[in-house]
Nanobody, 127 residues
Framework: QVRLVESGGGSVQSGGSLRLSCEFS????????MGWFRQFQGKEREGVAS???????VYAASVKGRFIISRDNAKSTLYLQMNDLKPEDTAMYYC?????????????????????WGQGAQVTVSS
């Protein structure tokens, strides 16, 4: 069974950094894709970053240049390095995955394309 376990959430001051981790199991590495999504209180979930099996990445405009998504298959772990954090980044962050393969209509930051989800990690950025 696919399992996603997140860790690394916490509280930091504006301008600080934080790294989220998502340990995964049960995924088909050759075709699977993974991503990070976040949800603000009372708001809809939105895509943050995504990475497909060949390493290609996509970032939301709001985090481009500040966040880095990476996947280490040897460690079965997905990471989200968050730099220059801002109060507007405060949200619950979710790791997501799907065994794929992605189809021609695949959009990496569309949460409807992901079948498996982590439990969530709270990130709070203070001024």
């Amino acid at each position: 069974q696919v399992r996603l376990v997140e860790s690394g959430g916490g509280s930091v001051q504006s301008g600080g950094s934080l790294r989220l981790s998502c340990e995964f199991s049960g995924l088909t590495s050759r075709t699977s894709y993974m991503g990070w999504f976040r949800q603000f209180q009372g708001k809809e979930r939105e895509g943050v970053a995504s990475i497909v099996s060949n390493g290609d990445t996509v970032y939301a405009a709001s985090v481009k240049g500040r966040f880095i998504i990476s996947r280490d298959n040897a460690k079965s772990t997905l990471y989200l390095q968050m730099n220059d954090l801002k109060p507007e980044d405060t949200a619950m962050y979710y790791c997501a995955a799907d065994n794929g393969p992605p189809g021609v209509l695949f959009r990496q930051l569309d949460d409807r394309r992901y079948s498996y989800w982590g439990q969530g990690a709270q990130v709070t950025v203070s001024s």
